[in-house]
């Protein structure tokens, strides 16, 4: 029951937080990207107090130290909760990620999102998108921007395995070091889940793959590494 109502609670907070990011984050929508992205940190680490405050959700990252500290990179991560979507905005300095177009609809966070530099992908659109997604991530990379990408494109529940859609192959070669990257936050904040369990959600930040590699085999060597840590991580988790 206990679990239930700190749940709530931190739902509660969660949507009263974020909109009043959405109210405040309005007049960054006409200023300089990283007025908004400040912002945006600023919100990420409000989430992840909440967590911690009120559902017991500790918080573990290794591997930071692999992140350049100025500079572009792209970083591949498997995508188990909303809060993959959250933490790469406190973890980086100018965090790009690669969204789906339709979010860019909602009233509000697409206005921020966009002004953040997000780029939406519009999977029908077939090879116009991935062209699309291929000159946007050169434009952000060229900005010193860390491009955040969930190769599975949606979000996935522990131990599964979705394939990798196009996207991330587009970008491999073109934008480099490439960080694999992989979390186990399904366990505690799940898939569309009203509960949020206590314990650690652990994120790992994997030392970059070798520059020079064909594109194909960049691509094969990060999935590789990408879920070869999912399940260890996951085989570790720490749900109380």
């Known amino acids: 029951m206990l679990i239930w109502v700190r749940s709530a609670m931190f739902n509660l907070a969660f949507f009263v937080m974020t909109g009043g990011l959405i109210l405040i984050g309005l007049p960054y929508r006409f200023g300089r990207k990283e007025s908004t992205l400040r912002v945006m940190s600023l919100w990420a680490r409000g989430v992840i107090w ?18 350049p500290k100025d500079g572009p990179c792209l970083i591949a991560c498997n ?3 909303a809060f993959d979507t959250i933490v790469w905005l406190m973890l ?19 206005g921020m999102a966009k002004q953040a530099g997000s780029i939406p992908v519009d999977r029908a659109a077939g090879a116009s998108a991935m062209r699309g997604l291929l ?71 994997l030392p970059p793959l070798p520059k020079g590699l064909p594109r194909v085999e960049t691509v094969r060597l990060l999935e590789a590494r990408v879920r070869e840590e999912a399940t260890r991580l996951e085989a570790l988790a720490e749900v109380r």
């Open 50 to 67: 909440l967590m911690g405050a009120i559902c017991g959700i500790r918080l573990r990252v290794t591997g930071v130290e692999h992140i």
């Open 135 to 205: 000159r946007a991530g050169q434009a952000r990379a060229a900005e010193g921007g860390q491009i955040v990408i969930f190769p599975e494109g949606t979000r996935a529940p522990p131990g599964a395995a979705l394939p990798w859609q196009p996207g991330v192959v587009a970008l491999a070669g073109t934008v480099s070091p490439v960080i694999p990257a992989a979390t186990d936050s399904g366990q505690l904040w799940g898939r569309r889940a009203f509960r949020k369990l206590p314990g650690t959600i652990t994120l790992s930040i």
């Open 92 to 110: 980086l300095p100018r965090p790009i990620y690669v969204i789906k177009a339709e979010l860019l609809k909602i009233p509000g966070y697409g």
């Open 79 to 81: 995508h188990q909760s």
